[in-house]
């Protein structure tokens, strides 16, 4: 029923957490990896992998590759740093043996550094079909290869489904954007008005920090195609990374205009609406975007900071709660206790985020509702990243 695919190279740190986190769902298991020198194969053949070599080239082209050695009817993507949400293994158990449908999109919860997270969805599982192949050297999609095949029975099919990606090292994100940036060079060079390659180069240079060539290179982008809404969103982004909220305003408020559901662009005019203390406008968009999609959690996560800051601790358990039952998992992802590191520019959450299970703690003890945490807790061991949260519970510092 089931393959899934990974491309890898020099994973070591998290493949194995990778491919636990689906391996009571897949069939089979494809790993190709680009001669990774490090225990990636090692630790991937732990669960009986189907394992492959060969040179990369590009982001599409090693994607392409591993699908080839698919078997199964349906191929689910991943990366190697990202997890299956628990819940959602069982979902698509459910899902596909009675679908009709030819792929699906995936909530991709990208944890970034310095605490907080960005939630694009992206087309990541799709039936094992030759006419539906991934594009695009950097920032590979499936859309372009599915819309082509459905025609003008082509739909978006979002889904509930969650991966959790951890972006969260600093290091790699900018040792990443220099990467990226020598392969979006060369595919320029063939083709300098290619919009998407000269999206994506600017924001590689948001990533190094240089959100003036990431407006200009963007801005390029919307020139050549001025109807595709997520060129906007990226503007904003930019514009916002810079400092300029005025220009991030006026961008977001573009990409809503074409696009009433993009809750990106929503959920980072809120987080601008907050800082200019317009805190009732950004109350009502992080309530929007959770009653559109229930699977976000961030809105709720932004409420219960709104009103710890004010020191109302009582109704911020409660938000926190709320997070908590929608989204288990975030309890379990550790933030980057280093506030040298810079706000990211694209994290939808509010910049004073340190992870859900520390805002839990805080709330639950300063309200003195310790009890009502228990629960969520019970399971924390010491030596899990939550163990401080043990300790809490226990009595302990």
Not at 216 to 223: D, G, P, V
Not at 310 to 322: I, V
Request: proline share 4%; charged share 25%; aromatic share 10%.
């Amino acid at each position: 029923m089931l393959t899934v695919c990974l491309i890898t190279k020099n994973e070591e740190k998290n493949v194995r957490e990778c491919l636990r986190s689906v391996k009571d769902i897949a069939d089979e298991i494809v790993v190709l990896d680009s001669h990774s020198t490090d225990r990636t194969l090692e630790i991937a053949q732990e669960f009986n992998v189907k394992a492959r070599l060969a040179p990369f080239q590009d982001f599409s082209q090693a994607r392409n590759a591993a699908a080839s050695h698919a078997t199964q009817d349906w191929i689910l993507h991943m990366d190697a740093d990202q997890r299956m949400d628990p819940p959602s293994a069982e979902k698509i158990k459910k899902l596909l043996p009675s679908s009709s449908e030819s792929h699906y999109e995936i909530l991709d919860y990208v944890h970034l550094p310095n605490g907080g997270w960005n939630v694009p969805s992206v087309t990541k599982l799709v039936r094992n079909n030759k006419d539906i192949f991934w594009k695009k050297a950097v920032d590979e999609t499936l859309n372009p290869s599915v819309s082509q095949f459905l025609g003008e029975n082509y739909k978006r099919n979002p889904t509930d489904i969650i991966f959790h990606h951890l972006r969260n090292d600093q290091r790699n994100v900018t040792a990443t954007a220099h990467w990226y940036m020598e392969i979006l060079r060369r595919e320029l060079e063939k083709n300098p008005n290619d919009s998407y390659y000269l999206r994506n180069m600017g924001r590689q240079f948001a990533d190094i920090g240089d959100f003036a060539e990431a407006v200009r290179l963007c801005s390029r982008a919307i020139e050549i195609h001025p109807q595709r809404t997520r060129y906007y969103t990226y503007l904003g982004l930019f514009h916002y990374g810079a400092g300029d909220y005025r220009q991030a305003i006026s961008a977001f408020e573009n990409s809503l205009s074409k696009d009433p559901n993009d809750h990106n662009a929503m959920a980072m005019l809120a987080k601008i609406e907050y800082k200019l203390d317009l805190e009732r406008e950004a109350l009502e968009k992080w309530a929007t975007i959770h009653r559109q999609n229930k699977n976000l959690v961030h809105p709720l996560v932004n409420t219960g900071i709104h009103y710890q800051k004010r020191g109302d601790m009582e109704a911020a358990l409660t938000w926190f709660e709320k997070a908590y039952e929608g989204l288990p998992y975030l309890i379990k992802v550790p933030v980057i206790q280093d506030r040298s590191i810079p706000e990211y520019y694209f994290c939808e959450t509010l910049g004073n985020y340190e992870g859900l299970g520390v805002h839990l703690i805080r709330a639950a003890e300063r309200s003195g509702r310790k009890g009502r945490i228990e629960g969520i807790f019970g399971q924390v061991q010491k030596g899990e990243p939550n163990h401080e949260l043990y300790r809490f519970l226990i009595g302990g510092n």
